[in-house]
């Protein structure tokens, strides 16, 4: 992991370094970045920085020098890969006409890797298709990691079988469980509207805007995957 200059490591934030997830990769796609989505103090020493494509730029904006970086490298000019600070830094590059995201195979260069935990960010904005196809990712049961996306609004956790999600919150913070396909056995504990064993169905809105009612929250299930989004309240950061 290479850091700015100014990266002071004792402001680490350990809500975001969840015990036994570590090593974490943060991956910078190249959709809508908003400085205030991240914070290079939240990084311990042995996470991974992942540029792909035009993420290289939001990781180089937000301070922190990628440790690889990897794409068909399209939406980036020769100017920013000859970058002084890229000088030596690991490159995957693919072919443009391919089958898979550039971001689709980042994730899978984390699954090869041994990475327990995924945050994804700059994946909103741009173009719809775009958006959708990065948000969707994560619905792939294949992943053997934790994953989180963050963006302007929101902070997102993908919860499964085997990665249940014990969050802190605000009081009165709005929390969003979007089914990814059928869930099956969601229960939580900490909101206004409990749900206890419940059965989510694709498309449904019956956890959309819950309410956190106590200051950590906890969402479990037996079957499936779903999307928990904390959403900000303001333009501060979630944690």
């Known amino acids: 992991m290479a850091l700015a200059k100014n990266h002071d490591a004792s402001r680490f934030n350990p809500v975001l370094a ?3 997830m570590e090593p974490t990769a943060w991956v910078f796609a190249g959709g809508d970045f908003q400085e205030n989505s991240f914070d290079a103090a939240w990084l311990a020493e042995t996470d991974l920085i992942v540029g792909v494509d035009y993420g290289i730029v939001h990781c180089l904006a937000a301070g922190v020098v990628p440790d690889i970086v ?3 490298f399209d939406s980036v000019g020769a100017s920013v890969l000859a970058d002084s600070r890229l000088a030596g830094v690991q490159r995957r590059t693919y072919p443009a006409r391919k089958n898979s995201s550039d971001l689709e195979l980042a994730m899978e260069w984390a ?5 327990a935990r995924v945050v994804l960010l700059g994946v909103s904005g741009g173009r719809s298709d775009h958006h959708y196809a990065n948000w969707m990712l994560p ?9 989180e996306l963050i963006d302007a609004t929101v902070h997102a956790h993908v919860v499964t079988q085997q990665h249940s999600l014990e969050v802190a919150v ?9 089914p990814m396909g059928d869930v ?6 900490g909101l206004e509207y409990p749900l206890l064993d419940a059965h ?7 956890g959309l805007s819950n309410i956190a009612c106590k200051k950590l929250i906890d969402v479990s299930l037996r079957r499936g995957r779903l999307l928990v989004l904390c959403v900000k309240a303001d333009e501060s950061l979630l944690f």
């Open 18 to 20: 969840t015990a036994g």
């Open 70 to 72: 990897m794409g068909d």
């Open 200 to 206: 989510l169905r694709t498309g449904s809105s019956l």
């Open 111 to 115: 699954a090869e890797s041994g990475i």
């Open 184 to 189: 099956l056995g969601v229960t939580t504990h």
């Open 170 to 178: 605000r009081l009165g913070q709005t929390i969003s469980l979007m």
């Open 139 to 147: 619905s792939q049961a294949r992943w053997p990691f934790a994953i």
